[in-house]
């Protein structure tokens, strides 16, 4: 009896030709959306546009909507969700597909700018969980908005472009680094020392100018975008790296790549809404949000009532209430888990822990210490979710973020379910989380996608 005992297995003992070139295919397309999206308002604008290709429109609240029809909500351009309204009644619920399109980075301090010792720096304050260490010496670019003193927006991205200068923080060369390296890594890098070099020229045109490398480099941002040092109070401007999303590997398996989590599921919902063929039995819905990484806030955020808005409103065409919408729903907390690290064994229960190529990975549950901060998904919704997979020839597996006591994390999962909808973990599972350059297997992201549109269908 083969059913008796159960295991996961390498997509790659089984995958087809086909399968395999779907996968890289599907890769290509990741990769082109990684290089362009870096940031959250760039996330959405590619989805914006993405949608739009794919007859998707724009949903003015309050609006009659028919099944079949495709529509989204651009949330302050920070955030966005999608729907194919259903040829059930929301009465019966939707199903969702949750995902983030923020990413840690460096963001720049309100008043960045200052000059020492004939050098230009900007001043940040990093965003999101990062490993200070693992951000000198990189190249870096810089990106985002600022909106002007005179209501003018402007759109910054320096470093993407082959002709552009990129950007960098300094270290100590290991000669004189002695006592840099007798210290823990949490002392040796401080956040406060992570300054963006940003350039050495002196403007020497006013004799009066005190700090002339300082001058010339806020003229050059004058010549550019038009703008003045004030600006930069009412900027977000974001350090990200500069590198591009690239096959790894011999064999080409993998893709290195900066911000899959979670760009990488947010690609997935984004690609299985707008790929949907026909009109699904329940409304499918894809949520691309900010602000995960620093606790899901904000109006743009997973946890923002513009969701309950925009639900809210298409509940209300319909005669049903958002309350028995939500009960009826479904969703899927599309986010990245920790892929099992072979360096790095000691931290992970390998039976327990998502392992590459094996498919898109489930998460019961997340959490620190006794699963605090988790939704702990009902053992309905993960058979639910067995039969659905089953049906559609998704390869999956069950993961958890470590040991336990290891550490942990959370998602948005709980914010979903807080709403009263079913809600699970699922997404890519991912080596070296949270670096400037993760790393994500084409096979487990093909699958994400996959499995997304196979809820969308038969759930
Ligand atoms: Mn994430
Ligand atoms: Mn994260």
Same mark, same amino acid.
């Given at each position: *009896?083969?059913?008796?005992?159960?295991?996961? /297995?390498? !997509?790659?003992?089984?995958?087809?030709?086909?399968?395999? +070139?779907?996968?890289?295919?599907?890769?290509?397309?990741?990769?082109?959306?990684?290089?362009?999206?870096?940031?959250?308002?760039?996330?959405?604008?590619?989805?914006?546009?993405? %949608?739009?290709?794919?007859?998707?429109?724009?949903?003015?609240?309050?609006?009659?909507? @028919?099944?079949?029809?495709?529509?989204?909500?651009?949330?302050?351009?920070?955030?966005?969700?999608?729907?194919?309204?259903?040829?059930?009644?929301?009465?019966?619920?939707?199903?969702?597909?949750?995902?983030?399109?923020?990413?840690?980075?460096?963001?720049?301090?309100?008043?960045?700018?200052?000059?020492?010792?004939?050098?230009?720096?900007?001043?940040?304050?990093?965003?999101?969980?990062?490993?200070?260490? @693992?951000?000198?010496?990189?190249?870096?670019?810089?990106?985002?908005?600022?909106?002007?003193?005179?209501?003018?927006?402007?759109?910054?991205? !320096?470093?993407?472009?082959?002709?552009?200068?990129?950007?960098? !923080?300094?270290?100590?060369?290991?000669?004189?680094?002695?006592?840099? +390296?007798?210290?823990?890594?949490?002392?040796?890098?401080?956040?406060?020392?992570?300054?963006?070099?940003?350039?050495?020229?002196?403007?020497?045109?006013?004799?009066?100018?005190?700090?002339?490398?300082?001058?010339?480099? *806020?003229?050059?941002?004058?010549?550019?975008?038009?703008?003045?040092?004030?600006?930069?109070?009412?900027?977000?401007? #974001?350090?990200?790296?500069?590198?591009?999303?690239?096959?790894?590997?011999?064999?080409?398996?993998?893709?290195?790549?900066?911000?899959?989590?979670?760009?990488?599921?947010?690609?997935?919902?984004?690609?299985? !809404?707008?790929?949907?063929?026909?009109?699904?039995?329940?409304? =499918?819905?894809?949520?691309?949000?900010?602000?995960?990484?620093? &606790?899901? #806030?904000?109006?743009?955020?997973?946890?923002?009532? %513009?969701?309950?808005?925009?639900? $809210?409103?298409?509940?209300?065409? @319909?005669?049903?209430?958002?309350?028995?919408?939500?009960?009826?729903?479904?969703?899927? +907390?599309?986010?990245?888990?920790?892929?099992?690290?072979?360096?790095?064994?000691?931290?992970?229960?390998?039976?327990?822990?998502?392992?590459?190529?094996?498919?898109?990975?489930?998460?019961?549950?997340?959490? +620190?210490?006794? /699963?605090?901060?988790?939704?702990?998904?009902?053992?309905?919704?993960?058979?639910?979710?067995?039969?659905?997979?089953?049906?559609?020839?998704?390869?999956?597996? *069950?993961?958890?973020?470590?040991?336990?006591?290891? $550490? &942990?994390?959370?998602?948005?999962?709980?914010?979903?379910?807080?709403?009263?909808?079913?809600?699970?973990? =699922?997404?890519?599972?991912?080596?070296? *989380?949270?670096?400037?350059?993760?790393?994500?297997?084409?096979?487990?992201?093909?699958?994400?996608?996959?499995?997304?549109?196979?809820?969308?269908?038969?759930?």
């Amino acid at each position: *009896m083969s059913d008796l005992l159960y295991s996961t /297995k390498n !997509i790659y003992e089984t995958a087809s030709p086909e399968l395999i +070139s779907l996968m890289s295919d599907y890769a290509e397309g990741y990769k082109a959306f990684l290089n362009t999206a870096k940031t959250e308002r760039e996330s959405v604008e590619y989805a914006v546009g993405y %949608a739009k290709a794919r007859g998707f429109r724009e949903y003015v609240t309050g609006e009659k909507v @028919q099944p079949g029809d495709k529509i989204y909500f651009n949330n302050r351009g920070k955030a966005i969700y999608l729907a194919i309204i259903g040829s059930l009644s929301l009465r019966e619920g939707c199903n969702v597909a949750a995902a983030h399109v923020d990413a840690p980075r460096l963001d720049l301090k309100s008043n960045p700018l200052y000059e020492d010792n004939e050098i230009a720096y900007l001043r940040t304050h990093y965003y999101g969980g990062v490993k200070k260490y @693992q951000w000198h010496t990189i190249p870096l670019e810089l990106r985002g908005v600022i909106i002007r003193g005179d209501g003018e927006k402007v759109q910054v991205s !320096i470093g993407s472009d082959p002709a552009d200068p990129r950007f960098v !923080i300094t270290d100590i060369l290991p000669h004189l680094g002695e006592k840099q +390296s007798a210290k823990t890594v949490r002392d040796a890098f401080p956040g406060e020392d992570l300054k963006i070099l940003f350039g050495t020229r002196p403007d020497c045109a006013d004799d009066k100018e005190k700090n002339k490398v300082k001058y010339g480099i *806020m003229k050059l941002l004058n010549e550019k975008y038009g703008v003045t040092e004030a600006d930069f109070l009412s900027a977000e401007l #974001e350090i990200v790296p500069a590198h591009e999303a690239r096959d790894v590997g011999l064999d080409r398996s993998l893709v290195g790549g900066y911000g899959h989590d979670d760009r990488a599921c947010g690609y997935a919902a984004l690609t299985a !809404i707008c790929n949907f063929e026909g009109t699904p039995a329940r409304t =499918a819905v894809t949520m691309l949000v900010d602000k995960e990484e620093i &606790g899901s #806030e904000g109006t743009a955020g997973m946890q923002s009532r %513009a969701f309950e808005r925009f639900m $809210g409103a298409l509940s209300r065409s @319909q005669g049903v209430s958002l309350d028995d919408c939500f009960a009826e729903s479904f969703c899927v +907390s599309n986010d990245v888990c920790n892929a099992f690290d072979p360096n790095f064994a000691e931290v992970s229960d390998k039976q327990n822990n998502a392992l590459l190529n094996h498919g898109v990975s489930f998460m019961k549950y997340t959490g +620190s210490r006794g /699963k605090s901060g988790s939704n702990d998904a009902n053992a309905e919704t993960v058979a639910t979710l067995r039969r659905i997979f089953a049906a559609n020839e998704v390869a999956w597996q *069950m993961g958890e973020l470590g040991k336990v006591d290891a $550490g &942990g994390g959370g998602t948005v999962a709980l914010y979903m379910a807080k709403r009263n909808i079913e809600t699970i973990d =699922a997404g890519v599972p991912v080596l070296s *989380m949270h670096s400037p350059w993760e790393l994500i297997s084409k096979a487990d992201l093909y699958m994400t996608y996959r499995s997304i549109a196979a809820v969308f269908k038969d759930r």
